[in-house]
């Protein structure tokens, strides 16, 4: 197991993971490896708590239910995953909320200015990701 704590992995080692288990998901369960569905089926849990009938009759969560799934466990596993990986590495991580220079120069230290952009940023791609189908 020691090939688990260097300190950083190679890009080939990680795309031939992300390969094989993007295939594993495509034989077993008969659909390509995606993360866009879970926030939709996560709005739909959350809408459910407060107007079910609403979430019952909509021709969307007809056809994708609003349940905890494989999709919904490896989005809340990225983040544990990626947290255990900075830790079982051999270089210490070092966890800061220091902006990068290039966001600096660029956009200043404002934090109301982050939060518009990273917002923005997160419906942009999560739009993309929902338009082009995944």
Avoid: C
């Amino acid at each position: 197991m020691r090939w688990l704590r260097q300190q950083e992995w190679p890009w080939w080692q990680a795309a031939l993971m992300l390969g094989v288990l993007s295939m594993l998901i495509w034989y077993t369960a008969n659909t390509s490896l995606g993360t866009s569905t879970t926030f939709s089926r996560a709005a739909g849990m959350i809408v459910g708590v407060v107007a079910p009938e609403h979430v019952a009759s909509n021709a969307y969560y007809k056809q994708h239910k609003p349940i905890v799934d494989w999709q919904f466990m490896l989005v809340l596993g990225i983040p544990v995953g990626a947290y255990l990986a900075a830790r079982l590495g051999r270089g210490t991580v070092q966890f800061t909320t220091k902006l990068p220079e290039a966001w600096v120069n660029r956009f200043g230290t404002s934090k109301a200015r982050r939060w518009i952009i990273g917002v923005l940023g997160g419906i942009l791609v999560g739009f993309g990701a929902r338009f082009a189908d995944g």
